[in-house]
């Protein structure tokens, strides 16, 4: 089956630095995204990678590694608007995004 | 630009009514999404559209309808609303299904009394 496992939530400090782990299995892969929902809104994009390696945006990067089925989101200079939930998304084979439950990120001054 | 709009934003219903949630988008994306989110899960695709005209299922059909009459607008039905509905709903587009961002509406708080 397809499963997307990630931490339900973590805490860190404004201005640090935070990693969000993702592994997932799908049938099929043709690539991962990564979506930032604040509570009560609607998601919005940050990234895609399809390629293994590193893409940064800013303050905002993602990792891929096809081979472990893994991703991950790092976010620098930690503000408190980061506070939100970040999810996981790879695209199986059918280009279907199965979404992971998200790990909600809380920022502490 | 809108972007994505969503109407309307709550309704609480009764089990066994019926209701239509309207998804407009001004961006002429072909493809469109209805998502469900409940706490603790990802998001579920409930139907989605390829273009004006088409619709097809998503991994949790059951008890919903769509239509895609106009490229701009997607409706998503409940023939006969259950408990198990009560939910948040996202409606989402994407001009490029393989690699384009979805954008998402506002979402419609729905609850099912």
């Known amino acids: 089956g397809q499963n997307i496992d990630q931490p339900t939530e973590m805490t860190a400090t404004e201005g640090a630095i935070v990693q969000i782990n993702c592994t997932y299995q799908?049938?099929?892969?043709?690539?991962l995204f990564w979506y930032q929902q604040h509570a009560g809104e609607a998601p919005t994009f940050l990234s895609y990678?399809?390629l293994d390696g590193l893409e940064e945006k800013g303050r905002f990067s993602s990792f891929l590694s096809r081979s472990k089925g893994y991703s991950y989101l790092l976010l620098k200079e930690l503000q408190m608007k980061d506070s939100a939930s970040y999810l996981c998304?790879?695209?199986?084979?059918?280009?279907?995004?199965?979404w992971g439950a998200g790990t909600k990120l809380i920022i502490k001054p | 630009n809108a972007g994505v709009t969503q109407t309307p934003k709550f309704r609480v219903l009764k089990t066994g009514q019926s209701m239509t949630l309207l998804c407009a988008q001004d961006?002429?994306?072909?493809?469109m999404y209805w998502y469900r989110q409940d706490p603790g899960m990802g998001l579920r695709l409930i139907h989605y559209?390829?273009?004006?005209?088409?619709?097809a299922k998503g991994e949790v059909p059951d008890g919903y309808n769509v239509s895609r009459l106009k490229k701009q607008n997607f409706l998503l039905g409940l023939e006969s609303a259950a408990p198990s509905q009560t939910s948040v709903y996202f409606c989402?587009?994407?001009?490029?299904?393989?690699?384009?961002?979805?954008?998402f509406g506002e979402g419609s708080r729905l609850t099912v009394l």
């Open positions: 961006m002429n994306h072909e493809y």
């Open positions: 990678n399809v």
């Open positions: 998304a790879p695209m199986d084979s059918n280009y279907q995004l199965i």
């Open positions: 799908t049938s099929g892969f043709n690539g």
């Open positions: 559209s390829v273009g004006e005209g088409t619709t």
């Open positions: 989402a587009s994407n001009e490029d299904s393989d690699t384009g961002e979805l954008f």
